[in-house]
């Protein structure tokens, strides 16, 4: 069964400090890959996603992820984290390929960013 | 609207008691995802819908949970004889073919 796994649960940093947040995935097939942010009373937004092409995807607010095929990774990046970036940060995995439609979901990452 | 709108926001219901939610995906959207979040967690799938057709249920928790989506438009959630291990968020989210799926804000779900 398809699987998401995002390594960090509970990630506090400093405005400025650089970000990366973990997640793989366990499927053989292809994929398309999605992270979301859920802002504080907000409901889940996309932030980027993968279908195909240049593996290094660029989001919205300055975020990137880049998706590397062989270790099953869509990890997460930004430069330079504000206040704002503080919310929940969910990675996703929708396996077309395999004949399902659904979205799985990790457990999510909450970060805080310190002023 | 615009976006994917979920009513009632919150929910109350006594255990026992039987509880409908109820999804607006984006007009013209295809799929329809229900999903459950519990606190702390990712969201969990429970039913997909192309238009009408109930296409995958795997994730309906017991025979308790239905959902359906008569017209291919409008979908409810209906989760019967409440228990408290069902208080939890439920979204809905909505998807137009091969793009990212669009969520509603959810129903909180708080089984007393």
């Known amino acids: 069964a398809q699987s998401v796994s995002q390594h960090n649960h509970h990630v506090i940093l400093s405005e400025a400090a650089s970000l990366e947040l973990g997640c793989n995935y366990s499927y053989g097939g292809t994929v398309n890959l999605f992270w979301y942010v859920q802002y504080p009373g907000q409901h889940l937004q996309l932030l980027l996603k993968?279908?195909?092409?240049?593996?290094l995807v660029k989001g919205i607010k300055g975020f990137e992820a880049e998706f590397i095929k062989s270790k099953f990774s869509f990890n997460l990046r930004k430069p330079s984290v504000q206040w704002s970036d503080t919310a929940e940060y969910f990675c996703?995995?929708?396996?077309?390929?395999?004949?399902?439609?659904?979205?799985?979901f990790g457990t999510g990452t909450r970060l805080k960013v310190l002023a | 609207g615009a976006g994917v709108s979920q009513s009632p926001r919150y929910k109350v219901a006594k255990r026992g008691q039987d509880v409908a939610l109820r999804c607006d995906p984006i007009s013209g959207h295809v799929s329809l995802f229900w999903y459950q979040q519990a606190l702390g967690q990712g969201p969990e799938f429970l039913t997909y819908?192309?238009?009408?057709?109930?296409?995958?249920k795997s994730g309906l928790p017991s025979d308790r949970f239905f959902a359906e989506r008569p017209e291919g438009s409008v979908s409810t959630l209906k989760i019967q004889r409440t228990q408290q291990e069902d208080s939890a968020v439920y979204l809905c989210a909505s998807s137009g073919g091969l793009s990212e799926a669009f969520f509603g804000q959810g129903t909180r779900l708080t089984v007393v």
């Open positions: 996703a995995v929708n396996a077309y390929g395999s004949g399902t439609y659904k979205y799985i």
């Open positions: 993968y279908f195909s092409g240049d593996p």
């Open positions: 819908f192309q238009n009408e057709a109930q296409l995958d």
